[in-house]
């Protein structure tokens, strides 16, 4: 046997509990009352993930436009890729694909597109000016 069947002989049970684990943080944020803190705050600016939590929680208690509010770049690009980063994880312990992000050039374009955009969505949500200052939280 080599290493790759062999890493993937607990693949589903593996995938099936990192799932109950988002299902619990995913409970856990619908019934807190309090989220944590964003530490770009304790510099007065807005991170890249900021408003990321209530985002999450806006959109699991049914309501996509406050979430937009929350934080738009994590819910209109990175919840999109992270689930299907998950269903590729998913594929890959089931032995269905043999890579989780793409393999060459194409993966290199979208990990610097993503890298791009989180920087650019930082940049943008923290200059003070009229029409910008709607995507700070």
Known sequence: MGTG???RRFGPLRTLSVAVGLGVIAAVLLISPVGPSCPFRMLGLDGPMCGGTRMLRALLAGDPLLA???NAF???VL???ALSLFVAAARFELG???RIWPAGRGGMVCAYLLGVGLLLWTILRNIPVPP????ST
């Not at 910008?132 to 995507?135: D, E, G, H, R, W």
């Open 79 to 81: 919840s999109p890729v």
């Open 5 to 7: 069947s062999a890493s």
């Open 132 to 135: 910008l200052t709607t995507l």
């Open 74 to 76: 994590a819910l209109l």
């Open 68 to 70: 937009l509010d929350f």
């Open 96 to 98: 269905r694909t043999r």
